[in-house]
């Protein structure tokens, strides 16, 4: 299959749903407990769908969609993409979908959306893995293939960069540790997702909508600290989020004694999926 074509077996597998008045795209798989997977950038709930599979052959119910601005889910200026606006999306995405009570899956800013998620209704989160993503974004800096995006007068341009073998060079350097681990096809499928509709505008404004505040690591210090059990699932290897960084800083925010590593870069639910599932289904039974 081409790049076109996955992504439209993407959408054949999942469907459009609202949440208040934002139209967005879900992918389910299995039953039993859900499990809400909430995905990153530049990426959307494509990311998950190695893990969907993984959850449901567990005994779980794996619940990916797709935040506003990215994947297809709606965009336009709008929308708020701060994280703030975008975790009030989270919590009318999942009273639209009918998730009562959930284990709570987060991957890059994905985690500050999650945590805002669980600290607005904290009883209905059973668990929390984090993986790979920003605990603390009062010391976060943007690493250095990102921050180009955010930047007035430079980030139309960068974007314009990422054709499909920049896209490709960029994802194998930052997100899989194994070249062969990720068909081409659906590494562009990423691209295409990216920059459907309004090539790639929506994605710029989540990027300028960080709150790197320390209001927001407070708050997230709350949320990674139950009252729910939590674990820290990070790739060991990578360049972008670095275990001794923020992979550090999640752990001592939860107050946690380890990290479980994988040997992965920053997409680990890519080439790791199994793994990860395993972690949440463990968690899952006593929690």
Known sequence: MNAHEVVERHRSLGRPFD????????????SGEPVV?????PVSCFLYRRMLPELASRGLRGVAFDLPGLGLADRGPALDY?????????????????????H??????????????????PARVRSLTVLNTIADPDGFKRPWMMEPFA????????????????????????GVRRHRAVPAAEIDAHLLLLKRVDGGRSF??????????????????????????VQVVWGEHDPALPLSDQGERARRMAGLDEI???????????????????RVAE????S
Not at 204 to 229: D, H, I, N, Q, S
């Open 19 to 30: 949440a208040g008045p934002i139209r967005s795209f879900v992918r389910e798989e299995g």
């Open 37 to 41: 997977c909430l995905h990153g950038v």
């Open 82 to 102: 701060t994280w703030t606006g975008l975790g009030r999306f989270a919590v009318a995405a999942v009273d639209a979908l009918e998730l009562d009570r959930f």
């Open 104 to 121: 709570l899956v987060v991957h890059d800013i994905g985690g500050p959306v999650g945590f805002e998620l669980a600290a607005a209704a």
């Open 151 to 174: 930047v007035r007068g430079v980030r139309f341009a960068w974007l314009r960069t990422m054709t499909r073998p920049s896209w490709r060079l960029l994802y194998h350097f930052a």
């Open 204 to 229: 710029l404004r989540v990027m300028r909508g960080f709150e790197r505040t320390a209001e927001k690591r407070e708050l997230y210090a709350r949320a990674l600290t139950g009252p729910y059990p």
């Open 260 to 278: 479980h590593t994988v040997p992965g870069k920053h997409f680990i639910p890519e080439d790791q999926a199994p793994a990860i599932a395993e």
């Open 283 to 286: 968690l899952a039974r006593w």
